[in-house]
């Protein structure tokens, strides 16, 4: 089984920058596709940004493309969430996804679809004050 513990989150205001992190515990010797979500009060679960699992690919949603960076440390299974601009829009429960190598999420828009991953956090709120 496959344990995901997030970091990172917290209150902030427009204009700032926060990190957060993802590890992917339980499984040695296998690497991941990960990914973030994103699931604001009332509104559906949201892809952020998804890489694959050597982090050569790495795939944004257009709402925080040039402001949100996805990269990996993948000697740790980690994965991070550079979100600089932060905007009160941005005010959502993070929460980080993987599956075991994942290839597939490289293929047109899956790597935007919950279903395409297996293993998921219990995930970090990041509260954005205008």
């Known amino acids: 089984q496959v344990h995901l513990e997030e970091s990172g989150g917290g209150l902030l205001q427009t204009g700032d920058s926060l990190r957060l992190s993802c590890t992917a515990f339980?499984?040695?010797?296998?690497?991941?596709?990960m990914s973030w979500f994103r699931q604001a009060p009332g509104k559906e679960r949201e892809i952020v940004a998804a890489i694959n699992y050597s982090g050569t690919k790495t795939f944004y949603t257009d709402s925080v493309q040039g402001r949100f960076t996805i990269s990996r440390d993948g000697a740790e299974n980690t994965v991070y969430l550079q979100m600089n601009s932060l905007k009160p829009e941005d005010t959502a429960v993070y929460l980080c996804?993987?599956?075991?190598?994942?290839?597939?999420?490289?293929?047109?828009?899956?790597?935007?679809?919950?279903?395409?991953?297996?293993?998921w956090g219990q995930g970090t709120q990041v509260t954005v004050s205008s």
């Open positions: 339980g499984r040695t010797g296998h690497t991941y596709a």
């Open positions: 996804a993987a599956v075991v190598f994942g290839p597939d999420i490289e293929h047109g828009s899956a790597w935007s679809r919950a279903s395409s991953y297996d293993y």
